[in-house]
């Protein structure tokens, strides 16, 4: 499982989780908080991309969900902040070698 918590400048707190333990599982995104708070998020959030283009949506993985939110933008928005499943966030790998990527 992997949770993040979001709050915005009114200080209205979204939490969204991925029910995964697999860092490259594309998996639904649950939404919890205030309706209009987690509205808000998921109308920035379905705009944003992961690291190699995939554009959120309902279903995505750990890898493109962190990286959605370690932008500046979603830091200066909602402060994302982790709440379980840190470990398999940073444990991500790719798979591909570093002689494969441009």
Known sequence: MIRYKLTNDF??????????KDQNDFVPLVFAGDHLAVT????WLFQQSGPYGHTIREVTSPADLAY???TE??????????????????????GISDDEMT
């Open 68 to 70: 959605a939110l370690g």
């Open 40 to 43: 808000d998020v998921q109308d």
């Open 11 to 20: 200080g209205d707190e979204v939490e969204i989780s991925l029910d995964t």
């Open 73 to 94: 933008e979603a830091i200066a928005n909602y402060n994302p902040e982790i709440l379980e499943g840190g470990k398999i966030v940073e444990s991500f790998d790719p």
